[in-house]
């Protein structure tokens, strides 16, 4: 399929978003959507949600969105999320690696079906997405962000192997930005506390563990899923001389010792 015009003539960019059906994920597609690119969006498990969020966005401008869903732990099923976002649009402008697992691995009780699953989920698949999404970025001089965290940095307690997940990001996003220079940007966002954890995951936090955070973060708030999206935004579209950089978008957090 050829490229889509828009009413002014211009060819309209296209993103490919991992994770987009909820949350930061959603906040992402539409904040891309509504700065005029149309959307491959990726989701797993979460298919209402995300059947629900590309009809709103279809219903703003038909034509604009096309599900896909995957297990990005099945490496196949990659390059089939390429393959399928510029068979339907006819090129690729962005890729949003956004879809993360999280879960806790106590030192002592970690297993390697655990390790397993959050390497392939955090770092296997937006390596190999990144890989094969590469050509057809090098050839619309598009951009990629990876969605990496502040413990990438600072290690959170009782979560080491996530903590080394997000590190990895961290050094793969200076990595492809040197292997994919000058054609494709490649950078990271770096999220402090955004949203709390949901009820029912076992990872909620009581009234004094949310305040003491907050405590800890300079700005004294939760960021917003609005902010990271704007960020992702920037990355992609605006920081047109910025390449390996890690943006922290985390309220100063970091700061704190």
């Known amino acids: 399929m050829a490229a889509v015009i828009d009413l002014a003539g211009q060819v309209r960019p296209v993103a490919l ?27 797993h498990t979460s298919r209402a949600e995300m059947d629900a969020l590309a009809a709103q966005l279809d219903a703003l401008r038909p034509g604009s969105t096309l599900v896909l869903q995957a297990d990005l732990r099945q490496f196949d099923r990659l390059p089939e999320l390429v393959a399928h976002t510029v068979g339907r649009f006819g090129r690729l402008d962005g890729l949003v690696n956004n879809a993360s697992a999280f879960h806790p691995t106590p030192l002592g009780r970690t297993t390697p079906a655990q390790w397993d699953d959050l390497f392939a989920s955090n770092v296997r698949a937006p390596f190999f997405l990144a890989q094969a999404a590469a050509p057809h970025l090098a050839a619309t001089g598009g951009a990629i962000v990876n969605l990496a965290d502040i413990h990438g940095e600072r290690p959170l307690r009782a979560h080491s192997v996530y903590s080394m997940s997000k590190a990895a990001v961290v050094m793969m996003t200076r990595a492809l930005a040197l292997e994919l220079a000058p054609a494709v940007r490649v950078n990271a966002i770096s999220p402090g506390a955004i949203l709390w954890p949901e009820a029912g995951g076992g990872l909620e936090k009581d009234e004094a563990e949310k305040a003491a955070m907050l405590d800890r973060t300079p700005l004294q708030r939760l960021g917003s899923p609005e902010e990271i999206a704007q960020a992702v935004l920037w990355l992609l579209r605006d920081a047109s001389y910025s390449t390996g950089q890690v943006l922290r978008v985390d309220g100063g957090r970091l700061l704190e010792t």
């Open 17 to 43: 978003v991992t994770g987009s059906a909820r949350r930061i994920g959603a906040a992402i597609a539409r904040c891309l959507h509504a700065a005029g690119f149309d959307l491959a969006l990726h989701c």
